[in-house]
């Protein structure tokens, strides 16, 4: 085993940048293609990363940190639905992890929770997701089911537990819960196919989890049986504190943003005292950071590769990460360094694909390998195991 | 001047969540691990099916309450399974079942929208609803829904999802890289809808698909199915696969098109059908009837029986008489989570039906129920099997049928390798896919 940070990337339609479309060897008219994600995921398992990430939201694309002086005409809009797209490229991959996106806000976890354990079915044993809030009453209106009354993001921050923030959040909370007592409702030796019984289940082997909140309740037990990792990731993106205590109330693992070193320090402080507070001081809660890259084989190639798409698209590229743009070498050496505070790993964003991605799969994890400090290959067939976490006892087995 | 020819449309139904199915076989297979899923869809694709189809539970069978352990229990999420056999086949159509009552028409129509994206054209929609409080239990409606406005809702719901669909007219993506226009039309998607269920607005996030619309197929029985079907399905699936009852239903289903201002070829007509084939019509006998009795074991008779009876029956014996008593109306109590117990209208006539059957031919429980289960659609060797296919659809008792093997995931095969070449050599079935889309394969066209 080596020793090195895990990494993982985050796909999103032509990268990163808004105008990313726009380079020549993009291919904007396919993002909603298959053939478009299988060949980005097939490129990040040829390099043994950890895992992809598939961004999706209830809404049509639009990037609070780089408004659109045209409406968002002028960058990729339109998606296809990412627990989807996991599930069609899962067949055609077959080490590397997959994590899309899934709203808690206005969906089922009736339905996720059977749609994430039939994605781990399918990937035999490579699923998670990620899970967020919808915030905007934009989204609210495309169901027109419920008042979520007005929401402030700077609440994230100041941490009020009776914000109408905060609650969007302890229901996502409540919202794992359902989807991990789901998964679990099912023992693994629940089917039994007892030809001289003609019982197919044991049925004491399957069990209602009768999870009842402020917000719904859900009797189980599922309708598919437990999937092959037991529990598949579950991960969330935080800023801030409010998103950081759902995390370690909830995830297995959390994206942040640190800005720098000293920032990724606060920020493991942070996420370990919440976990502590949330009785979980003695189960892993991994924390990736992350960072948008524009790479480049020297410096000025990569300045020249950002200020290209920043020219194209107007203005200077802003984001809620860290955004580095330099050589493979380079960022090896920050994330090498950063990795000695105590992250377990980095998403990155590529800037723009096929450009960046390779840059990662090629130039970044070869620089690192070159250290001795990333994998060579995949050493195991589970996300759950690429993660070093051990396939869990179910919480209903006597 | 005779009439044309017609061609047979075929699908393949994954073994379902009931008796059908027999799980105890030596062959029998997982109903849950995806392999399962890719065999039975590449035997259809390679026997050149219109479609593969799957139905949807959403909350595990009770009755007695308990769970109702004696047929297969367990299944996948439909979306997801079925975009990952996008990866697997090339030109099958994907079929889900997907329940109106406990989605919302925006979720849904973003599903079906991005399955018909990743399997570039083949995706369908079996438009199902429920109101039990019982299903609701897993969900965050709960059983909100009285039963006289199911249809109201799913037919809501259906035209809800269309304007979605129809959101984005398929020409608004430019992707110009010179000019910097990505999109033509700063209001694409946008949409805007109000109604008793449904009042809901904004842009709808996935582009035009490659068939518009996902295929929609419907599955009621009732009138209010039939006209729901007649005003918004492009196939029915029916359970009427006989010769006079599928006339009788087909004339009745076409026949309600024109009020639509349908024509009769914009309706594909599929009735549910098992199979048991055999060397000679001899041997396919007597393995139908091995068939269904492992379909219908002791245990399992008693709880069929129940299921009209609407009674705790555990007392009896399967191979004993029936009850002297009526079955109990009212509230049907015994059994939850079960769409074929409201398909018994009248219990007590049936019942008595049953008993007089059992009476005059001295038949015990389990040999009524396997009587009155209903034999296999087609029973013979392939030769009489595909001759009878080509008849019934010629006859226009059905334009083809959804195949129903009860073994997983092999139980397609025989049929495909030996049935679905004499059609073809009778040149009423496909030798080769024409087209790419589902649309393509059933001859239906855009949508309207």
Redesign the interface.
Known sequence: MTTGPHLAVALDSAGWHP?A????E?R??EV???RYW?EQVRAAEAAALDFVTFED?????HDPFNPSQ????????????S???A??????TSHIGLIPTAVAT???P??LS??I???D??S?GRAGVRVRIAWEQ??N?????RDIGATDLADAHHGDKTSPLSDLFDETADYVEVLRRLWDS?EDDA?I?D?A???????DK?HYIDFAGR???????S???RPPQGQPIVSTLSHAIIPTRLAARAADLVHVTPTDRADATRILDEVRAEQAAAGREHETLHVFADLVVFLGETGTAARDHKNRLDD?AGAGYASDAEIFVGTPAELADLVLDWHTTGLSGFRLRPGAVPHDLAGITGGLVQELRGRGRFRTGYEASTLRGLLGLSRPANRYAA | MSKPIKQVHLAAHFPGVNNTTV??DPAAGSH???SSF?KLAQTAERAKFDFFFLAE????REQGG??Y?????????T???L??L???TERLGLAGTINST???P??VA??F???D????GRAAWNVVTSWDAFTG????R?GFLPQDQRYERARTFLSTAAELFDS?RGDE?A?D?ES???????N??AFRHRDAH??????F???R?PQGRPVILQAGDSDEGREFAASSADAIFSRHGSLEQGQAFYADVKGRLAGYGRTPDQLVVLPAATFVLGDTDADARERADVVRHQQV????AIKLLEQLWNADLSAYDPDGPLPDFDPLVGEHTIARGRASVRMHRDPVAKGREWRALAEEKNLSIRELIIQVNGEQTFVGSPTTVAGQIDDLVQADASDGFILVPHVTPGGLDEFADKVVPLLQERGVFRTEYSGTTLRDHLGIGEPR
């Open positions: 105008a479309w726009r380079l020549p993009a904007p008219d909603l293609t298959a299988v939201t209830l809404a049509l694309q045209r409406g968002n005409t002028d960058r990729v809009q339109g998606r296809v639905d627990v989807l797209l599930a069609r490229v899962a067949p055609l206005h969906t089922e009736f339905h059977k749609a354990a039939t994605l079915y399918v035999s934009a989204d209106r495309h169901f027109g089911r099912w089917e196919r030809v019984t003609g019982r197919f289940v044991d049925r399957l917000w719904f309740a859900v009797k189980g037990p309708i598919t049986p194209l | 799980w105890s849950i691990e995806f890719v539970g959403l909350r595990l308990e769970i352990d004696l047929d297969v229990v367990g299944r996948p999420d979306f997801t399974v975009a990952a996008a990866a697997a406990f989605n919302e925006f979720e973003r599903q929208a991005s399955l994206h990743l399997s570039a239990e897993n969900f965050r709960g984005w993506v992707a890289r910097g226009v990505f999109l033509r039309d700063g694409a998607g449904f009042d809901i607005e904004g842009r996030p996935v582009p698909s074991s002791g245990p399992t």
